[in-house]
Nanobody, 123 residues
Framework: QVQLVESGGGLVQPGGSLKLSCKASGFSLDSYSIGWFRQPPGKEREGISCIDSTYGSTYVAESVKGRFTISRDRNTAFLEMNSLKPEDSATYYC??????????????????WGQGTQVAVSS
C-alpha cells in the first residue's frame, strides 16, 4: 500500500523550531519529487518547499526562505522549521508527484498525500 505519513507537528512558541518527517511506505521515495504544503485555518493550501527528483534541486517559498529547510534520507523526507512565527500555524502535508514531472514546483500535479500534521505557533 502506497502511503505517506507525516509526524513532528505540535505547539511551539514564536521563535522556536520543529522538524517534520514524512515517511513513505509501499514505494521508494528516492524516485519521486516530494513537496511540503501547508494550509492555515480558513485558507487555501500552498506549496512551500520541494525537492526535484530529476535534478535534485530544492525550492523554498519566499515566505519561509532562510527559516525552513527541506531534505530527504532514504524513504523519509524532512522539513526543518526554525524561527517559527504565528503565521506559520497550519496543517502541514507532504506529497509526491507522479513520475516524469520535471519540476517539483508544479504544485497541482501532486497526487499522493499524507494525512497532515498540525503546527501551532503561539505564546
Amino acid at each position: 500500500q502506497v502511503q505517506l505519513v507525516e509526524s513532528g507537528g505540535g505547539l511551539v512558541q514564536p521563535g522556536g523550531s520543529l522538524k517534520l518527517s514524512c515517511k513513505a511506505s509501499g514505494f521508494s521515495l528516492d524516485s519521486y519529487s516530494i513537496g511540503w504544503f501547508r494550509q492555515p485555518p480558513g485558507k487555501e493550501r500552498e506549496g512551500i518547499s520541494c525537492i526535484d527528483s530529476t535534478y535534485g534541486s530544492t525550492y523554498v517559498a519566499e515566505s519561509v526562505k532562510g527559516r525552513f529547510t527541506i531534505s530527504r534520507d532514504r524513504n523519509t523526507a524532512f522539513l526543518e522549521m526554525n524561527s517559527l512565527k504565528p503565521e506559520d500555524s497550519a496543517t502541514y502535508y507532504c506529497a509526491t508527484q507522479p513520475l516524469g514531472i520535471k519540476l517539483c514546483t508544479i504544485w497541482n500535479r501532486y497526487d499522493t498525500w499524507g494525512q497532515g500534521t498540525q503546527v501551532a505557533v503561539s505564546s
